[in-house]
């Protein structure tokens, strides 16, 4: 019997992310061409999609586009068919062009939507202002990526639904539950089932717990028949003080749960069919 693409589990990585370096963890990938390895390496065991940040020469967190070309030309120049998400909040006090120009030339699948500004990790404001929020989803609109719309608590949600309502988002959504970021919303099952009764019927969701959150949530989403991202940008251990010496490792760990409980791994045109999105390039 054939399973329904749309009951398949979508699992996304996040490879790279803004804050790990390597004296936190020597196996994160911060440059294009470790970062394009790693992706085509958790492509080949299972995953569907790539969640892309980048780093700039000193591998800070940036926006820097050269970075981002590098990075998906040296995916997409392989035989890896994974579909590419790229973040629109790869650092602090960006100008509105550097977020947007990544996804609006390089055209990946999907892109980032923080829907609210938040005090990120109780130092410092992650801001995405409302004439920000009202231009990026215009120009996705216009360039055919459908928005990831992260969620780090309930407003955001309510944010999304006001977009929907005037058209700078169109249905249907897809959300990123983002839990257990300091200043956000805690890594529990609870809150993942709250913000999950919020959304519309038609959406789909994805969610992730940040650190020792990162397996619960996992778990919940799978039994709940979400999708889940996985990777260091989020968790740097598989396990408790055991550090993750691949992000493939967190595919493998998905995958054995997944297969436990019945669901299917979608492949990158099962995802595709999933959100509603089509291969780009």
Known sequence: MTTNPKNKLIITVATTGAWPTKNETPYVPLQPKEIAEEIYDCWEAGAAMAHIHVRDDEDKASMNFDKFRETVERVRASDCDIAINLTTSGGIGLK???????????LPEMASYDCGTMNWAHTT???????FL???????QAVNVKPEIEVFDAGMIYNALYYLKRGILKAPLHFQFCLG??????ATVENLLHL???IPADATWS????????????????????????????????RKDV???????????????AHEA????????????????????
């Open 196 to 198: 999950k009764s919020l």
């Open 96 to 106: 509105d062009e550097e977020r947007m120009k990544p996804f609006a030339e390089l």
């Open 262 to 281: 019945s669901r299917e791994i979608a492949t990158p045109d099962d995802a595709r069919s999933i959100l509603g999105v089509v291969k780009k390039v």
């Open 243 to 257: 550090l993750a010496q691949s992000n493939v490792e967190f595919i493998e760990q998905v995958k054995r749960i």
């Open 207 to 238: 969610t992730f717990g940040v650190g020792k959150g990162a397996v619960p949530i996992m778990l919940a989403a799978i039994a709940l028949g979400g999708h889940v991202r996985v990777g260091m940008e989020d968790n740097i251990f598989l």
């Open 134 to 140: 009202e231009n990026l989803g215009l120009k996705m």
């Open 125 to 131: 404001v992650f801001e995405n202002r409302p004439q």
């Open 181 to 186: 970021v300091p200043g956000g919303t805690a």
